[in-house]
T-cell receptor
C-alpha cells in the first residue's frame, strides 16, 4: 500500500540552529513530492516541490529538500531557523499517473525556543 | 485578496443539521479539492473535481456531498452533520501536469 511517513511528531529547536524534518514514502515509482507549512490558524503554504532532475530542491523561506531515491526519502532542511518558522510541516506525495491523489503525512510540529 | 477563499471560517452546529461550506478561487485553475484535517492524521481527501462536469470521490467521501457551481466555485455539504465530522476543512486548487495544489485558509467546523 502507498504511504507517507513523517517519523517525528514534534521537534523542538533553538532559534539559529539547523532543522531537518524527515519524510519517507512507499510508492511503486518515484512520485511527485511536496512540502507544505501550516502556521497557526492559517492554511497550507507550499514550500517546495520535486518532480525530476536535480535532487536538491530550493524553496521559499530559506528551506531546501533532498530527494534520495535509494532511501525513498525527501527530507526538509533549513540551516538556521527563525522564530517565525514555528509551525506544522507536512510532506505530501502524489503518484505521477494519478492526479487528485495527493497523500499527506501526519505532520511534524516544530517549536522554536529562544 | 486571497486567491482561494473559504466561507465561513468558523462554524458551530448541532447534530443532524445540514451544513454547506463554500470555496471560491481567482487562480483560474480547473481542478479543485476538499480535504479534512484531524490531529495526527494529516489531511485526507474528501472529493475532487477536474472541471465543472467532473466530480470524484476521495478517500473519505461518506457523509459528504459536493457541488461545482462554476470553475471558480466548489461547495462541500454535510447533509446531516455528526460529531465525528468536527474537523478543519480545506479547499484547494490544482494546476499543471504535476497538479501542484494551493490551499485556502480553512473552515473550522464543530458539530455538537
Amino acid at each position: 500500500a502507498q504511504s507517507v511517513t513523517q517519523p517525528d511528531i514534534h521537534i523542538t529547536v533553538s532559534e539559529g540552529a539547523s532543522l531537518e524534518l524527515r519524510c519517507n514514502y512507499s510508492y511503486g515509482a518515484t512520485p511527485y513530492l511536496f512540502w507544505y507549512v501550516q502556521s497557526p490558524g492559517q492554511g497550507l503554504q507550499l514550500l517546495l516541490k520535486y518532480f525530476s532532475g536535480d535532487t536538491l530542491v530550493q524553496g521559499i523561506k530559506g528551506f531546501e529538500a533532498e530527494f534520495k531515491r535509494s532511501q525513498s526519502s525527501f527530507n526538509l532542511r533549513k540551516p538556521s531557523v527563525h522564530w517565525s518558522d514555528a509551525a506544522e510541516y507536512f510532506c505530501a506525495v502524489a503518484a505521477t499517473d494519478s492526479w487528485g491523489k495527493l497523500q499527506f503525512g501526519a505532520g511534524t510540529q516544530v517549536v522554536v525556543t529562544p | 485578496d486571497a486567491d482561494v477563499t473559504q466561507t465561513p471560517r468558523n462554524r458551530i452546529t448541532k447534530t443532524g443539521k445540514r451544513i454547506m461550506l463554500e470555496c471560491s478561487q481567482t487562480k483560474g485553475h480547473d481542478r479543485m479539492y476538499w480535504y479534512r484535517q484531524d490531529p495526527g492524521l494529516g489531511l485526507r481527501l474528501i472529493y475532487y473535481s477536474f472541471d465543472v462536469k467532473d466530480i470524484n470521490k476521495g478517500e473519505i467521501s461518506d457523509g459528504y456531498s459536493v457541488s461545482r457551481q462554476a470553475q471558480a466555485k466548489f461547495s462541500l455539504s454535510l447533509e446531516s452533520a455528526i460529531p465525528n465530522q468536527t474537523a478543519l476543512y480545506f479547499c484547494a486548487t490544482g494546476v499543471g501536469v504535476t497538479d501542484t495544489q494551493y490551499f485556502g485558509p480553512g473552515t473550522r467546523l464543530t458539530v455538537l
